[in-house]
């Protein structure tokens, strides 16, 4: 699965931005999909996921901010609302089908290549 995330840009504190991530060729609806974040300096860290279910799961910061979900069978989104200089970042989208810790990078398979967001004050 070749994921391809875009969005990423510059926008004020309190603009909204949508993320997306396409699969190039495979259906994504059988894999689990997560946003992760990685700001310059720091660890990778978990903002959400989806399971094949559909139950959406947050990372503390952006909960109740940002909202991810399934578009279509090759689509997922991240709808970042309220946006604040803390989640300057470059967000990467994954995408896995084992089980394990939703929030653990090292169980999602395949990624995306990253896209900028930048939150100017």
């Known amino acids: 699965v070749q994921l391809q995330a875009s969005g990423g840009g510059l926008v004020q504190v309190g603009d909204s931005l949508r993320l997306s991530c396409s699969a190039s060729e495979e259906a994504i609806s059988p894999y689990r999909m997560a946003w992760f974040r990685q700001a310059p300096g720091k660890d990778r860290e978990f903002v959400a996921a989806?399971?094949?279910?559909?139950?959406t799961y947050y990372g503390s910061p952006v909960r109740g901010r940002f909202t991810i979900s399934r578009v279509d069978a090759k689509t997922s989104y991240l709808q970042m609302n309220n946006l604040n200089a803390g989640d300057t970042a470059v967000y990467y989208c994954?995408?896995?089908?084992?089980?394990?810790?939703?929030?653990?990078?090292?169980?999602?398979?395949?990624w995306g290549q990253g896209t900028l967001v930048t939150v100017s004050s």
């Open positions: 989806i399971t094949r279910q559909n139950s």
């Open positions: 994954a995408a896995g089908e084992g089980g394990g810790a939703i929030t653990r990078p090292s169980i999602y398979t395949y």
